[in-house]
């Protein structure tokens, strides 16, 4: 077994703002193999941002450690951090950031401009970066030329300027329609193929099958308060509509539920039937999304709410 490219371990963030403490993150752990398409997956707040944001050295961790490609990346200062920025990892930040005054191929290029890479030669490896991210066509288009899928684009051949090790994404399709997130998704999986690691963070249900990895980050779940009285539903009845904000994990004690995702054409799929005993509705307040599936009873039906907490006290082992 080689050893993991990225490893994070017990890493807290703690900001103290008028006299009083947020853990942004606390003793979170996590690793990435090389040539792994990894993902932060988490609510907001969940310290997903955070995360990155230490990786790239632009916040110090409180405690713990990081180590990336065998570099202690909380011992860096000084010379040894710009390099570490510059060289060893690409960042793509939310909301593209690119600087509406410069064409395509001068945003690719800036980083290596900053850096007194020779104008030409700059501009050089970024059309040949742009051609990579099937950009080739537009390099001499403005930010306010492009649509926000094609942005994203630049933004990543930008990431890429450096030949970083890590390539790190906070929420690469935030602001994106279903059609251009696809397309971003489909660019990260292809430089992956090519043997790039990328680490993104997002809390986009539509990448969680497109990642070789995910990572759950759930600093933020709602706690919501103590389970109650059980529901009993009669067959026909729904206990929750996709799209509905999560709460509870249910547990069926008797009867049998369908799960149903329903169709942008308004009909509906059956994705599979419950029967007691099981567990339903779990992923939604286990990774802070909203419903991904309606769920209506089959027959008369029994269910028991347990808050998250609850629920993995129950599904822990030793349990
Ligand atoms: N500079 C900061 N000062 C104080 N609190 C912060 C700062 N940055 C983030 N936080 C807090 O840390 C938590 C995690 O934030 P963040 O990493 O941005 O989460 P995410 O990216 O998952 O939405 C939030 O509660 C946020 O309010
Ligand atoms: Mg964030």
Request: charged share 20%; aromatic share 4%; net charge negative.
């Amino acid at each position: 077994m080689s050893e993991p490219l990225l490893s994070v371990d017990e890493v807290t963030v703690e900001y103290i703002t008028d006299g009083y403490s947020v853990k942004s993150l606390d003793r979170f752990s996590m690793r990435a193999n090389r040539g792994e398409l990894v993902g932060l997956v988490g609510p907001s707040g969940s310290g997903k941002t955070t995360l990155l944001s230490v990786l790239s050295g632009m916040v110090d961790a409180t405690s713990g450690s990081v180590t990336m490609d065998g570099i202690d990346v909380c011992s860096l200062s000084g010379r040894a951090l710009e390099q570490y920025r510059r060289n060893d990892i690409g960042i793509v930040f939310q909301g593209f950031n690119l600087l509406p005054s410069l064409n395509a191929a001068e945003n690719v290029a800036a980083p290596l401009l900053l850096a007194g890479t020779p104008r030409a030669e700059a501009i050089a490896r970024a059309e040949s970066l742009l051609e990579q991210v099937g950009m080739g066509e537009r390099t001499g288009h403005r930010p306010n030329q492009l649509s926000g899928g094609q942005q994203q684009r630049v933004a990543v051949a930008r990431g890429l300027v450096a030949d970083p090790t890590l390539l790190l994404a906070d929420e690469p399709t935030a602001n994106l329609d279903h059609i251009s997130a696809e397309a971003v998704i489909g660019l990260l999986r292809e430089l992956r193929d090519g043997g790039r690691t990328i680490l993104i963070s997002t809390h986009d249900t539509r990448l969680l099958p497109a990642l070789d990895r995910v990572v759950e980050m759930t600093g933020a779940v709602p706690e919501v308060s103590a389970a109650s009285e059980p529901v009993e539903l009669a067959a026909g009845e729904v206990l929750f509509r996709q799209g509905d904000a999560s709460d509870y994990v249910f547990s069926i004690e008797a009867g049998a539920v369908d799960v149903v995702r329903e169709l942008a054409d308004g009909g509906e799929e059956l994705l599979a039937t419950l029967e007691a005993p099981n567990y339903v509705g779990e992923l939604g307040p286990l990774l802070g999304f909203p419903r991904s599936a309606t769920i209506r009873a089959r027959s008369a039906t029994t269910l028991r709410p347990f808050t998250v907490t609850e629920f993995k006290a129950r599904t822990s082992p030793g349990h």
